[in-house]
């Protein structure tokens, strides 16, 4: 068995461009998943094949994603209409599926880094794609040696990395 651990860093302040960048990048994942979800109940399916088959080319043009982004959209989306199909209590109380709201974007190890710099005020980095051949360095804030000794197990290679999700909660962006 396979122990996975899953650690919160919040991102320090960022400059205004890479936060315009970052917001875009969430409001267009949340709608392409919204998107996914329409597709999917339109089309009757679950299936990740077929909705790849029926929306990609359309949502990548339409929200100007990376293929990575979307593709996490995509499996987002299946997994809101499968748990909303196996939840036995909406036959019986009409629960409408579930809008997703909150800003959230899923990475997968390809695309999501840690770096670990010299500078003094933040020494961890986490390079991200936000847009077609758009990637950024956002900042963490490490806040114990716990933390810190994690991401130093990370750079070494020590754990594998699985995926990241960049997230908005109020003002603020954190990493997971």
């Not at 339409?62 to 989306?77: D, F, G, S, T, W």
């Not at 909406?90 to 670990?116: E, G, M, T, W, Y």
């Not at 130093?152 to 997230?167: C, F, H, P, R, T």
């Amino acid at each position: 068995m396979e122990l996975k651990k899953t650690i919160k860093f919040k991102v320090g302040e960022l400059r205004k461009g890479k936060q315009e960048l970052i917001d875009s990048a969430l409001i267009n994942s949340v709608n392409a998943v919204k998107s996914f979800i329409d597709l999917s109940l339109k089309n009757k399916t679950t299936s990740n094949k077929r909705l790849h088959h029926l929306g990609y080319k359309e949502i990548v043009k339409e929200y100007n994603l990376p293929a990575c982004i979307v593709h996490q959209a995509r499996n987002k989306a299946s997994e809101i209409i499968r748990s909303w199909k196996s939840n036995k209590k909406r036959l019986h109380k009409n629960i409408p599926i579930p809008v997703p709201k909150a800003l959230r974007i899923r990475f997968d190890n390809v695309v999501f880094n840690i770096i670990k710099t010299e500078n003094k005020e933040f020494q961890f980095w986490a390079s991200v794609l936000v847009a077609k051949r758009k990637r950024i360095f956002i900042p963490l804030i490490v806040n114990s040696d716990y933390q810190k000794d994690y991401l130093n197990d990370l750079i070494q290679k020590k754990y594998n990395q699985g995926s990241a999700d960049l997230v908005k909660q109020g003002k603020n962006f954190f990493v997971h």
